[in-house]
């Protein structure tokens, strides 16, 4: 019961006294609360509010909470508080996956409970199947009015009630946000922006319904421009580097070698670390415009220094981020909402923050593979729960829908994870999840599809015919493929036997293994088209 619901359910017989008392209580409500006093109607308090805020490219490893490879780094500089009290006072998914890994098949995932063949947004600038079901859609039929803000990143307008959003990345500064009735620039930081718009709808919503609220930031995608408050904030301090940012990509099929997304060699001077171009006299970037000059680091040295640069203005973004989420979680409980409300802490894909001496995404692998998904849902979830369960962004949708009391149609091939959260988690849960990723594009990753269990990531690639197998318990960072050790040949079947199940049980038949002797089509014979380059 929220807090709003307990101050109304006083007893008309009770006596003055405590009339007066909870009159006096309203008056002082600070004028900044969202309704703190409004009356609640019937179906507020029997159906929860779901707040759905939604990141980009916000890898697991930079979440305090996670126990990732920069998670105490994070805690010891305050990166992600908010994001970590979220988790305290409910739980976070370890083994949280997305099916392909990149922006816009994300979100069309999420939106449909479908993967990317079946909803058709195997690429960036794909339009959702006209007429696939969306949990907007299905939530509305329940009695929600839902709402988002902030980056769409498809071509399909939103099924939402209310939306002001940007149809591709959006601009970190003064944004462009579209809505039903037109195009509007706002001034300021992008990710204040949303916030803004958020809680503004927050106080302007229609309070006879319970809510949908879908919170989604660009950060911290490429380019991390941060906020002003934060441009020279830890500034002063080093960034523990990952032990293989120096990888030769030795003992892997060669397409790990053959991708643009190093930063030695891939990762832009100007537009990604600020340093000459347009940023040179750009105050909030002269310090490391000056030591760039004076330093002239090389080789070795320069990597180094690049990814330096490049964690902290991630970080940075990642902590604009927080600080929203601590916004939005202090105006639900000031307006009572709280307990009643769940609050989802998700990415669209993980991100590589220098491990294998990359960034982007794409890739199997783990670090791409993975996705946060943190929540508190009083009442239900148990505070400080680790959850090991295998869920996948397809899972959203019909959870969504079972959380305010429905069901998603039988044709989404994701599973409500309801029971896992109330600890109930059926016998026959999923272990193992399905992951391909469609297209070449401006990165070069080649088009590959695999299957990743609790111990296995086995993974395959048309374009060159090569398979690669990673023995997670072993080899976590994933620097030996063991497919050629005649050690697995039991565990390869095993695993391809469990990849042709899942390829069928989804109808997934692109890209098929090729017959002996048959030669696989070429990455560039597949490559997507030009608007996949990020």
């Given at each position: 019961?929220?807090?709003?619901?307990?101050?109304?359910?006083?007893?008309?017989?009770?006596?003055?006294?405590?009339t007066?008392?909870?009159?006096?209580?309203?008056?002082?409500?600070?004028?900044?609360?969202?309704?703190?006093a409004?009356?609640?109607?019937p179906?507020e308090?029997?159906?929860?509010?779901?707040?759905?805020?939604?990141?980009?490219?916000?890898?697991?490893?930079?979440i305090?909470?996670?126990?990732?490879?920069?998670s105490?780094?994070?805690?010891?500089?305050?990166?992600?508080?908010?994001?970590?009290?979220?988790?305290?006072?409910?739980?976070?998914?370890?083994?949280?996956?997305?099916?392909?890994?990149?922006?816009?098949?994300?979100?069309?995932?999420?939106?449909?409970?479908?993967?990317?063949?079946?909803?058709?947004?195997?690429?960036?600038?794909?339009p959702?199947?006209?007429?696939?079901?969306?949990?907007?859609?299905?939530?509305?039929?329940?009695?929600?009015?839902?709402?988002?803000?902030?980056?769409?990143?498809?071509?399909?307008?939103?099924?939402?009630?209310?939306?002001?959003?940007?149809?591709?990345?959006?601009?970190?500064?003064?944004?462009?946000?579209?809505?039903?009735?037109?195009?509007?620039?706002?001034?300021?930081?992008?990710?204040?922006?949303?916030?803004?718009?958020?809680?503004?709808?927050?106080?302007?919503?229609?309070?006879?319904?319970?809510?949908?609220?879908?919170?989604?930031h660009?950060?911290?995608?490429?380019?991390?421009?941060?906020?002003?408050r934060?441009?020279?904030?830890?500034?002063?301090?080093?960034?523990?580097?990952?032990?293989?940012?120096?990888?030769?990509?030795?003992?892997?099929?060669?397409?790990?070698?053959?991708?643009?997304?190093?930063?030695?060699?891939?990762?832009?001077?100007?537009?990604?670390?600020?340093?000459g171009g347009?940023?040179?006299?750009?105050?909030?970037?002269?310090?490391?415009?000056?030591?760039y000059?004076?330093?002239?680091?090389?080789?070795?040295?320069?990597?180094?220094?690049?990814?330096?640069?490049?964690?902290?203005?991630?970080?940075?973004?990642?902590?604009?981020?927080?600080?929203s989420?601590?916004?939005?979680?202090?105006?639900?409980a000031?307006?009572?909402?709280?307990?009643?409300?769940?609050?989802?802490?998700?990415s669209?894909q993980?991100?590589?923050?220098?491990?294998?001496?990359?960034?982007?995404?794409?890739w199997?692998?783990?670090?791409?593979?993975?996705?946060?998904?943190?929540?508190?849902?009083?009442?239900?979830?148990?505070?400080?729960?680790?959850f090991?369960?295998?869920?996948?962004?397809?899972?959203?949708?019909?959870?969504?829908?079972?959380?305010?009391?429905?069901?998603?149609?039988a044709?989404?091939?994701?599973?409500?994870?309801?029971?896992?959260?109330k600890?109930?988690?059926?016998?026959?849960?999923?272990?193992s999840?399905?992951?391909?990723?469609?297209?070449?594009?401006?990165?070069?990753?080649?088009?590959?599809?695999?299957?990743?269990t609790?111990?296995?990531?086995?993974?395959?690639?048309?374009a060159?015919?090569?398979?690669?197998?990673?023995?997670?318990?072993?080899?976590?960072?994933?620097?030996?493929?063991?497919?050629?050790?005649?050690?697995?040949?039991?565990?390869?079947?095993?695993?391809?036997?469990?990849?042709?199940?899942?390829?069928?049980?989804?109808?997934?038949?692109?890209?098929?293994?090729?017959?002996?002797?048959?030669?696989?089509?070429?990455?560039?014979e597949?490559?997507?088209?030009?608007?996949?380059?990020?």
């Amino acid at each position: 019961m929220n807090e709003a619901n307990h101050s109304l359910e006083v007893n008309p017989g009770n006596n003055m006294k405590h009339t007066l008392i909870f009159l006096a209580v309203l008056q002082l409500a600070p004028l900044a609360a969202l309704h703190a006093a409004e009356t609640p109607k019937p179906n507020e308090r029997t159906k929860p509010n779901i707040v759905f805020i939604f990141s980009d490219d916000h890898a697991v490893q930079a979440i305090g909470a996670y126990g990732a490879r920069l998670s105490e780094f994070c805690k010891q500089q305050g990166v992600t508080p908010n994001i970590d009290k979220l988790a305290d006072q409910g739980g976070f998914f370890v083994n949280s996956f997305c099916g392909n890994s990149l922006c816009s098949p994300s979100r069309a995932s999420v939106l449909t409970g479908l993967l990317s063949h079946a909803n058709g947004v195997m690429h960036l600038e794909k339009p959702i199947t006209p007429g696939l079901w969306t949990f907007p859609i299905g939530l509305k039929d329940l009695g929600y009015q839902t709402a988002v803000f902030g980056k769409w990143h498809l071509t399909s307008k939103p099924d939402y009630t209310d939306w002001r959003i940007s149809f591709g990345h959006g601009s970190y500064e003064n944004p462009e946000l579209e809505s039903a009735t037109g195009k509007e620039k706002i001034p300021g930081y992008t990710t204040d922006v949303i916030t803004d718009l958020s809680l503004d709808w927050l106080r302007k919503r229609d309070t006879s319904k319970p809510f949908f609220l879908a919170v989604q930031h660009k950060a911290p995608h490429r380019n991390w421009i941060p906020p002003t408050r934060y441009a020279t904030w830890l500034e002063d301090v080093e960034i523990p580097e990952p032990a293989n940012l120096f990888d030769d990509y030795a003992n892997r099929a060669s397409p790990a070698s053959n991708q643009k997304m190093e930063i030695d060699r891939d990762m832009a001077m100007d537009t990604d670390l600020k340093v000459g171009g347009r940023y040179a006299k750009d105050p909030r970037f002269a310090k490391r415009n000056a030591d760039y000059a004076k330093l002239k680091p090389q080789g070795r040295d320069l990597v180094r220094w690049k990814y330096q640069l490049y964690l902290k203005d991630y970080l940075r973004c990642v902590k604009a981020v927080d600080d929203s989420v601590g916004r939005i979680t202090e105006a639900l409980a000031a307006a009572g909402l709280a307990e009643n409300t769940i609050i989802i802490y998700s990415s669209d894909q993980g991100f590589y923050t220098g491990e294998h001496g990359w960034f982007d995404k794409r890739w199997i692998y783990e670090e791409s593979l993975h996705m946060p998904f943190v929540i508190r849902w009083p009442g239900e979830v148990k505070p400080g729960t680790r959850f090991t369960e295998m869920i996948q962004n397809i899972d959203y949708a019909p959870t969504f829908m079972e959380m305010a009391g429905g069901q998603a149609p039988a044709s989404v091939h994701g599973r409500s994870i309801v029971p896992v959260l109330k600890a109930e988690t059926p016998a026959d849960w999923r272990q193992s999840v399905y992951y391909h990723w469609f297209s070449t594009g401006g990165h070069m990753v080649p088009i590959h599809y695999g299957v990743r269990t609790s111990r296995h990531t086995l993974a395959y690639f048309p374009a060159t015919d090569e398979w690669e197998l990673f023995d997670l318990e072993k080899d976590p960072q994933q620097m030996h493929s063991e497919y050629a050790n005649p050690e697995y040949a039991a565990t390869i079947t095993d695993l391809k036997t469990e990849l042709t199940r899942l390829r069928t049980q989804y109808g997934d038949t692109e890209d098929a293994m090729p017959a002996k002797g048959k030669k696989a089509k070429t990455a560039k014979e597949k490559e997507a088209p030009k608007g996949d380059a990020e």
